[in-house]
């Protein structure tokens, strides 16, 4: 994820004391494209001895942003270290180093940042949504929940809130919920997919397949290359016995995507349940050549069919990927 250099921008314009003191600071340091020449003028701004501290911290600040772009994370951490030394109250220099660690998967660092962050400017939803983003890393869904609904209170379009809490939602159990939460999202950016596909699959979870073909319906028509929305949808399909258009769908994600193994499991299902042994068998084969080492559905598959010679095949073949991934 590209840490946001505009926030970085909008604290200079907020914190320089003078006109003067603005004008010293490099146009390129503040809004170069390019992290080398940022780096080299933020460098050369840090390297004046007269320069006021508030316009260090935002060099600093800039600096960092520039080396993560790079991915030099280490030298952005020590810029990002260096601004908070500088300004303890620096609000965005913590929001910044919280994603580095959040990067790093670091939540209780990154945490910790942004709960400083909040203490300094409690008014600003994003230091709450990106909390939040690491308690949902942390499959803490409680508190994950509690921050997403802090920065949609603060700004009630908010999409990746809502996004957020919609997800946590889902997989906290809560589905009603969740469905009003995508509803939001696909109010707020109806020409986006994603809002479509996350709200059919809590209504495939509560058998309303109808609703979620329909989503689905919608899913791709923004999204024609979605291969994962045509499984779904072919899934909803196959639970209501439309087995034709189960396996076109599946069809259709395979074309998009020949190796995606789990569009022939689908498929091999659907032939299996149509009676159609020959095809089902060929899907579920497919499924062992693909993906040997997640393949014991497809197997399973086999064997009901009679069919047990993939068995030894298979054993094979996953001895031989595991001793690859030894080397």
Same mark, same amino acid.
């Given at each position: ?19 003067? /003191? ?9 809004? !170069? $494209?390019?992290?080398? #020449?940022? %780096? =080299?003028?933020?460098? &050369? ?115 990746? /809130? ?9 997989? !906290? $159990?809560?589905?009603? #919920?969740? %469905? =009003?939460?995508?509803? &939001? ?126 068995? !030894? ?15």
């Amino acid at each position: 994820m590209r840490i946001p250099v505009l926030l970085a921008l909008a604290i200079f314009a907020s914190t320089s004391p003078t006109l003067a /003191a603005e004008q010293n600071v490099s146009r390129d340091c503040r809004q !170069s $494209g390019d992290p080398d #020449r940022k %780096i =080299a003028a933020c460098s &050369e701004l840090l390297a004046d001895p007269a320069m006021p501290d508030e316009v260090k911290v935002v060099a600093l600040q800039n600096r960092g942003l520039a080396r993560a772009d790079k991915g030099d994370r280490d030298g952005a951490l020590a810029d990002f270290n260096a601004a908070i030394r500088i300004d303890p109250r620096a609000a965005f220099a913590y929001l910044f180093r919280a994603t580095l660690y959040q990067r790093n998967a670091q939540h209780d660092l990154a945490i910790a940042d942004l709960d400083q962050a909040i203490r300094i400017n409690p008014g600003f939803p994003l230091f709450y949504f990106r909390r939040g983003a690491s308690y949902y890393d942390m499959h803490d869904y409680v508190r994950a929940i509690a921050d997403f609904s802090e920065a949609i209170k603060l700004d009630p379009n908010y999409v990746d /809130a809502l996004w957020g809490r919609g997800q946590a939602n889902a997989y !906290s $159990g809560h589905k009603e #919920r969740a %469905i =009003a939460d995508f509803t &939001e999202v696909i109010r707020i950016e109806p020409r986006a997919a994603r809002g479509y596909m996350a709200r059919a699959q809590i209504y495939q979870s509560q058998s309303e397949h109808d609703r979620a073909i329909a989503d689905l319906d919608q899913f791709l028509k923004l999204d024609a290359h979605g291969f994962a929305g045509f499984v779904l949808r072919g899934n909803s399909y196959r639970e209501k016995g439309e087995l034709d258009r189960a396996i076109a769908d599946y069809t259709a994600a395979i074309k998009l995507l020949p190796t995606y193994s789990f569009a022939y499991q689908e498929r091999g299902i659907a032939y299996r349940m149509k009676g159609d042994r020959e095809h089902a068998i060929a899907d579920f084969r497919e499924v062992v050549r693909i993906s040997p080492l997640v393949s014991d559905a497809a197997l399973k598959e086999l064997q009901a069919l009679g069919v047990e010679a993939p068995k !030894s095949e298979d054993d094979a073949m996953k001895q031989g990927v595991l001793q690859l991934l030894k080397k």
